[in-house]
């Protein structure tokens, strides 16, 4: 498996393929829907309000996105997906390329406390889509950490990192910890995860 999620993919909501056309709709309503997240927060997200700001007629949208949660997990997907594929260049140190992997999953909305809230929420949603974009979600960063930990792809050390990550995310969801400090938090699991990674990683 690739370690990066095609761009053709990564331009689809979960139900189509798409037209140019279509992908520019769907483009439209996930960039409104991150101004309207900013704007209002999460519980003030509608579908509806979202299309008006994206200046889509809400009918349209909804052949798109059937709730909010499927809106706010594609704007996820869609950052995650974006990631360039992941370079190794040969570096030796296991524990900084699985530290480097984290921080930028974290990052990827943890500057906008408001959307990475919203991401937390969205996520845990059990309709369908949501549930068909949140395994991909899954595998992307699976693939991610795999590709990371190189020769050392242990399937347990694997899915001590996985849920490092996800429990990290409700951490934060929760009000335990800041967002934008939970990419600090996710380099000291990865070091205490990773055998000898609190002497300098496995190499």
């Known amino acids: 498996m690739s370690?990066?999620?095609?761009?053709?993919?990564?331009?689809?909501?979960?139900?189509?393929?798409l037209t140019p056309r279509q992908a520019d709709t769907v483009r439209?309503?996930?960039?409104?829907?991150?101004?309207?997240?900013?704007?209002?927060?999460?519980?003030?997200?509608?579908?509806?309000?979202?299309?008006?700001?994206?200046?889509?007629?809400?009918?349209?949208?909804?052949?798109?996105?059937?709730?909010?949660?499927?809106l706010i997990?594609?704007?996820?997907?869609?950052?995650?997906?974006?990631?360039?594929?992941?370079?190794?260049g040969g570096d030796p140190d296991v524990t900084g390329r699985v530290e480097r992997v984290l921080r930028e999953i974290a990052l990827l909305v943890s500057d906008e406390p408001e959307l990475a809230a919203a991401c937390t929420t969205a996520m845990l949603g059990t309709?369908?889509?949501?549930?068909?974009?949140r395994a991909r979600i899954g595998v992307a960063i699976r693939t991610r950490l795999r590709d990371a930990l190189g020769g050392h792809a242990d399937?347990?050390?694997?899915?001590?990192?996985?849920?490092?990550?996800s429990g990290a995310l409700l951490h934060a969801g929760m009000g335990y910890t800041s967002y934008a400090r939970m990419a600090d938090r996710l380099a000291e699991m990865a070091r205490l995860i990773l055998p000898g990674g609190g002497q300098g990683g496995v190499r």
């Open 73 to 88: 997990t594609e704007v996820f997907w869609r950052r995650l997906s974006a990631l360039p594929p992941l370079e190794t």
């Open 155 to 165: 399937p347990a050390v694997l899915g001590a990192l996985e849920l490092a990550y």
């Open 28 to 70: 439209r309503l996930t960039d409104a829907a991150v101004e309207e997240v900013r704007d209002t927060g999460y519980e003030g997200l509608t579908v509806r309000n979202v299309a008006r700001r994206a200046g889509v007629a809400p009918a349209t949208a909804y052949t798109y996105f059937a709730s909010k949660n499927h």
């Open 127 to 133: 309709d369908p889509d949501v549930r068909e974009l």
């Open 3 to 17: 370690g990066h999620v095609s761009g053709e993919v990564s331009t689809e909501p979960t139900r189509r393929r």
